[in-house]
């Protein structure tokens, strides 16, 4: 998919022919990420010098430098890279000429700062009507908190994904991953396709407000919901799933995924044919309902008879019985899963300055009819030439790349 | 209008993930079906609350799947329809001939989305799961966790909502494709890979430099910076988050707490000096935020211009949040029985073509009738046969 020779075309993705301007740091990067692998032709606009993705770690082999970022890397995958001081007038009257050009816009400034600078929404959509604007700010556009400023962590908090995660005695975890940002990033690339789909009708095109927080809490399962229903307040409890459902355990060599959800009976056989399980070999506990009730004592008892087998024994013995038992794992091990190994997950992208090539993990899913486009991150201003020459019939403006 | 005006959604899903990607199809417009089964899982009240934010204005038909006949009048519905989207494991839908090859036959320009735990090929693919499972095999259920800590994770299925939001952008960029060449496909969402392109830069880093990863508790995964975490508030199981990366935000913090001495103290002058000490800097944020509530400790900081906000829990998210009210982010929906329930709505706002709730969700089967006769032509008679013999309901 990537190591084509020089000149010969990509396969086209999905969104081939549609151009993104894409001003967005780290809150806002996975939206243009996304509309890259689908084929956009996403250019990233980064003020003179790089972003500030470019100075986020992790660095390659540890040392901090603007062209080692693994951060950006991920992050800048399939875009083409200028440089442009939106923040000197002429710099804005330049962004508003490439916005002419372009069917969509993301940024993630905070709210109002594109408009004092005179390449807001506004001036952008007036020099071209059919544009659409995608904005993804902490807690949007308007309302009380519109000023108020967020990171990764503060928007999980203020979205309700905090409070249920870690243990009951502890603080409030965050995720592993930036996935306020990340939702963030989902929601205004579905905000993006969607404009464009009403384009096709009304000719137009429009803005899109994504708020970090409300993304977070629409990447919630049963808080907001229980809350509406009932008046409960999910709380955290370590690894035990809210449905009671699922809890991590122990084998002799690591930690396992419990379920008690999959076919009990087959799960009840299995243990009481390794001569345990007396405990919990009750007619009643065929009931899901009194299983959730009964959470406690069923974990402690599928523990006792998992500290008999290896991750890998038992794993494989429940997925046999159609259990669904899973490994508790490093994200590394993904890096040598068979399973993802033969359906191509990871994705090799030649980077010359590095002299080697590097598996990107890839795809969020495969669309039959056309290839995920991947390409190697740019360097900063690395599409000035082209993209000035282009977009504008120029060289790139001197003093503002 | 809506997006998604006259896009037709035959929807087979169950659980969650899949019933998140259809709920924002809804929301956008598209006519959502649900074809579910007697005795079908959900979580209580299908109108409001979570069953209903996740069938929010959907249709809702009952098919016996296991008779031919009501095998058949799916294969029509599916005919009938531009999308065709399951979450059940590979083999279901094919079982059904209500898989890709079979339909394409009956329309040619369909779009298929299954949505699997491991996708359609691989040696896995017939591995089961749920979102817990695809959280620990990627990582997440490990490294959430303290420094040393036990396991953590999440307390949820976020999986469910990775793939389930993905999903939606899938079906989206499918219709995409349509519209442009004319032409179906069949998309392989894998749940697993889905929730996997989310690890973000840590995965990356492995493979390029492997390692190995540990848990970093609260610690910042963006730009480093202390204080960065989760620091008690008063009162029980309160808490609040404050993020400092920058000198400039540590000045805005020092002001706001009034300048104790402690932030004048050398191994809280730079950076790298407060990350060095971040430990000792914790337990001091902690007993500033200790003596007060949430609510207050966030407004300090905000109103100074500093990233900090309580950890909000059920009851601050639905009934407290001033911001997502203002947004308008929960829906009261009127019910066809009078009541009226709260839902959540779509998280981003389109300023021409908003996406919003199209109603609660649905009975089971509340719907069979009007689809069989207005989309199938299936007259009363023949509904009340179909009825009668458990084929419909």
Same mark, same amino acid.
């Given at each position: 998919?990537?190591?084509?020779?020089?000149?010969?075309?990509?396969?086209?993705?999905?969104?081939?022919?549609?151009?993104?301007?894409?001003?967005?740091?780290?809150? *806002?990067? =996975? /939206?243009?990420?996304?509309?890259?692998?689908?084929?956009?032709?996403?250019?990233?606009?980064?003020?003179?010098?790089?972003?500030?993705?470019?100075?986020?770690?992790?660095?390659?082999?540890?040392?901090?430098?603007?062209? @080692?970022?693994?951060?950006?890397?991920?992050?800048?995958?399939?875009?083409?890279?200028?440089?442009?001081?939106?923040?000197?007038?002429?710099?804005?009257?330049?962004?508003?000429?490439?916005?002419?050009?372009?069917?969509?816009?993301?940024?993630?400034?905070?709210?109002? @700062?594109?408009?004092?600078?005179?390449?807001?929404?506004?001036?952008?959509?007036?020099?071209?009507?059919?544009?659409?604007?995608?904005?993804?700010?902490?807690? *949007?556009?308007?309302?009380?908190?519109?000023?108020?400023?967020?990171?990764?962590?503060?928007?999980?908090?203020? *979205?309700?994904?905090?409070?249920?995660?870690?243990?009951?005695?502890?603080?409030?975890?965050?995720?592993?991953?930036?996935?306020?940002?990340?939702?963030?990033?989902?929601?205004?690339?579905?905000?993006?396709?969607?404009?464009?789909?009403?384009?096709?009708?009304?000719?137009?095109?429009?803005?899109?407000?994504?708020?970090?927080? /409300?993304?977070?809490?629409?990447?919630?399962?049963?808080?907001?919901?229980?809350?509406?229903?009932?008046?409960?307040?999910?709380?955290?409890?370590?690894?035990?799933?809210?449905?009671?459902?699922?809890? #991590?355990?122990?084998?002799?060599?690591?930690?396992?995924?419990?379920?008690?959800?999959?076919?009990?009976?087959?799960?009840?056989?299995?243990?009481?044919?390794?001569?345990?399980?007396?405990?919990?070999?009750?007619?009643?506990?065929?009931?899901?309902?009194?299983?959730?009730?009964?959470?406690?004592?069923?974990?402690?008892?599928?523990?006792?008879?998992?500290?008999?087998?290896?991750?890998?024994?038992?794993?494989?013995?429940?997925?046999?019985?159609?259990?669904?038992?899973?490994? #508790? @794992?490093?994200?590394?091990?993904?890096?040598?899963?068979?399973?993802?190994?033969?359906?191509?997950?990871?994705?090799?992208?030649?980077?010359?300055? =590095?002299?080697?090539?590097?598996?990107?993990?890839?795809?969020?899913?495969?669309?039959?009819?056309?290839?995920?486009?991947?390409? @190697?991150?740019?360097?900063?201003?690395?599409?000035?030439?082209?993209?000035?020459?282009?977009?504008? /019939?120029?060289?790139?403006?001197?003093?503002?790349? | 209008?809506?997006?998604?005006?006259?896009?037709?959604?035959?929807? %087979?899903?169950?659980?969650?993930?899949?019933? !998140?990607?259809?709920?924002?199809?809804?929301?956008?417009?598209?006519? !959502?079906?649900?074809?579910?089964?007697?005795?079908? +899982?959900?979580?209580?009240?299908?109108?409001?609350?979570?069953?209903?934010?996740?069938?929010?204005?959907?249709?809702?038909?009952?098919?016996?799947?296991?008779?031919?006949?009501?095998?058949?009048?799916?294969?029509?519905?599916?005919?009938?329809?531009?999308?065709?989207?399951?979450?059940?494991?590979?083999?279901?839908?094919?079982?059904?001939?209500?898989?890709?090859?079979?339909?394409?036959?009956?329309?040619?320009?369909?779009?298929?989305?299954?949505?699997?735990?491991?996708?359609?090929?691989?040696?896995?693919?017939?591995?089961?799961?749920?979102?817990?499972?695809?959280?620990?095999?990627?990582?997440?259920? +490990?490294?959430?966790?303290?420094?040393?800590?036990?396991?953590?994770?999440?307390?949820?299925?976020?999986?469910?909502?990775?793939?389930?939001?993905?999903? &939606?952008?899938?079906?989206?960029?499918?219709?995409?494709?349509?519209?442009?060449?004319?032409?179906?496909?069949?998309?392989?969402?894998?749940?697993?890979? &889905?929730?996997?392109?989310?690890?973000?830069?840590?995965? +990356?880093?492995?493979?390029?430099?492997?390692?190995?990863?540990?848990?970093?508790?609260?610690?910042?995964?963006?730009?480093?910076?202390?204080?960065?975490?989760?620091?008690?508030?008063?009162?029980?199981?309160?808490?609040?988050?404050?993020?400092?990366?920058?000198?400039?935000?540590?000045?805005?913090?020092?002001?706001?707490?009034?300048?104790?001495?402690?932030?004048?103290?050398?191994?809280?002058?730079?950076?790298?000096?407060?990350?060095?000490?971040?430990?000792?800097?914790?337990?001091?944020?902690?007993?500033?935020?200790?003596?007060?509530?949430?609510?207050?400790?966030?407004?300090?900081?905000?109103?100074?211009?500093?990233?900090?906000?309580?950890?909000?829990?059920?009851?601050?998210?639905?009934?407290?949040?001033?911001?997502?009210?203002?947004?308008?982010? %929960?829906?009261?929906?009127?019910?066809?029985?009078?009541?009226?329930?709260?839902?959540?709505?779509?998280?981003?706002?389109?300023?021409?073509?908003?996406?919003?709730?199209?109603?609660?969700?649905?009975?089971?089967?509340?719907?069979?009738?009007?689809? +069989?006769?207005?989309?199938?032509?299936?007259?009363?008679?023949?509904?009340?046969?179909?009825?009668?013999?458990?084929?419909?309901?």
């Amino acid at each position: 998919v990537t190591d084509r020779a020089p000149g010969v075309a990509p396969p086209p993705g999905v969104l081939t022919g549609l151009r993104v301007l894409d001003l967005c740091d780290e809150k *806002g990067a =996975l /939206a243009g990420k996304l509309l890259a692998g689908l084929g956009a032709d996403v250019i990233l606009v980064e003020p003179p010098g790089g972003g500030s993705m470019r100075s986020l770690p992790p660095f390659w082999q540890g040392a901090p430098a603007a062209d @080692r970022s693994i951060f950006f890397w991920f992050y800048g995958t399939g875009k083409r890279g200028i440089t442009l001081d939106v923040t000197r007038p002429e710099g804005a009257g330049l962004l508003v000429r490439l916005a002419a050009q372009a069917d969509v816009v993301i940024e993630s400034e905070s709210p109002g @700062r594109l408009d004092a600078l005179g390449c807001g929404a506004a001036a952008l959509r007036a020099g071209n009507p059919r544009l659409v604007v995608a904005s993804i700010t902490p807690f *949007g556009q308007r309302g009380p908190y519109r000023d108020w400023r967020a990171s990764d962590t503060v928007a999980q908090a203020l *979205g309700g994904m905090l409070y249920v995660n870690g243990h009951r005695d502890r603080p409030p975890l965050r995720s592993l991953g930036l996935q306020a940002y990340h939702q963030a990033g989902i929601f205004a690339a579905i905000g993006v396709v969607s404009a464009l789909l009403a384009r096709e009708t009304t000719g137009r095109g429009q803005e899109i407000d994504v708020s970090l927080q /409300a993304a977070a809490a629409a990447a919630l399962e049963h808080v907001a919901g229980f809350w509406h229903q009932a008046g409960l307040i999910g709380m955290r409890q370590g690894t035990l799933h809210w449905t009671r459902y699922f809890r #991590v355990g122990r084998c002799r060599d690591g930690y396992v995924m419990h379920c008690t959800v999959g076919d009990w009976t087959a799960l009840i056989e299995w243990i009481k044919a390794d001569g345990m399980g007396a405990e919990v070999d009750e007619p009643t506990l065929e009931d899901l309902k009194i299983r959730q009730a009964e959470a406690d004592r069923v974990f402690a008892a599928l523990d006792a008879w998992s500290a008999r087998y290896t991750v890998a024994e038992l794993v494989e013995g429940a997925q046999l019985r159609r259990i669904p038992y899973a490994a #508790v @794992r490093a994200p590394e091990a993904l890096l040598d899963d068979p399973h993802l190994a033969q359906r191509g997950f990871f994705v090799s992208i030649e980077h010359p300055a =590095l002299g080697r090539s590097i598996p990107y993990p890839g795809a969020p899913f495969r669309l039959g009819d056309a290839h995920w486009r991947v390409a @190697r991150p740019p360097g900063v201003g690395e599409h000035n030439q082209e993209v000035y020459r282009d977009l504008l /019939a120029m060289s790139p403006p001197a003093g503002l790349t | 209008m809506r997006p998604l005006d006259g896009v037709r959604v035959l929807d %087979f899903t169950w659980v969650v993930a899949g019933p !998140v990607t259809t709920r924002i199809l809804a929301d956008l417009g598209a006519d !959502v079906i649900k074809v579910e089964r007697r005795g079908t +899982l959900d979580f209580g009240d299908r109108r409001g609350g979570l069953s209903g934010t996740l069938m929010r204005g959907k249709r809702s038909v009952m098919f016996d799947l296991n008779d031919p006949r009501g095998l058949e009048l799916a294969r029509r519905l599916a005919a009938a329809s531009d999308v065709v989207i399951d979450n059940f494991s590979a083999r279901v839908m094919t079982n059904f001939g209500l898989d890709y090859e079979s339909l394409v036959p009956l329309r040619p320009d369909i779009i298929c989305v299954r949505m699997t735990g491991f996708g359609l090929t691989g040696p896995d693919r017939d591995h089961v799961s749920y979102g817990p499972t695809l959280q620990a095999l990627t990582g997440y259920t +490990l490294l959430m966790a303290e420094p040393d800590g036990p396991p953590a994770g999440f307390g949820y299925s976020y999986s469910d909502l990775a793939g389930g939001n993905l999903g &939606a952008l899938a079906v989206l960029a499918a219709l995409w494709h349509r519209r442009r060449t004319g032409r179906g496909q069949l998309v392989d969402l894998a749940q697993l890979e &889905a929730v996997a392109s989310l690890l973000g830069p840590v995965l +990356l880093a492995r493979a390029i430099d492997g390692g190995v990863s540990t848990p970093t508790g609260n610690a910042s995964q963006e730009a480093p910076g202390a204080p960065h975490g989760v620091y008690p508030c008063a009162g029980e199981d309160r808490w609040i988050a404050i993020t400092i990366f920058t000198d400039d935000d540590w000045s805005r913090f020092v002001a706001a707490l009034g300048r104790p001495a402690w932030t004048r103290e050398e191994r809280f002058a730079t950076v790298a000096s407060r990350l060095r000490h971040a430990g000792e800097l914790d337990q001091l944020v902690g007993a500033w935020t200790r003596g007060q509530p949430a609510e207050e400790a966030m407004a300090t900081l905000q109103g100074a211009g500093v990233a900090a906000g309580l950890v909000a829990n059920a009851e601050d998210l639905c009934a407290r949040d001033p911001q997502l009210a203002a947004r308008g982010h %929960f829906v009261d929906v009127a019910t066809p029985e009078g009541r009226t329930v709260r839902i959540d709505g779509p998280p981003f706002h389109l300023s021409e073509t908003p996406a919003r709730v199209s109603g609660p969700g649905p009975l089971l089967g509340e719907h069979t009738d009007e689809v +069989l006769s207005s989309l199938l032509g299936c007259g009363e008679e023949e509904i009340r046969a179909l009825r009668e013999a458990g084929v419909v309901g």
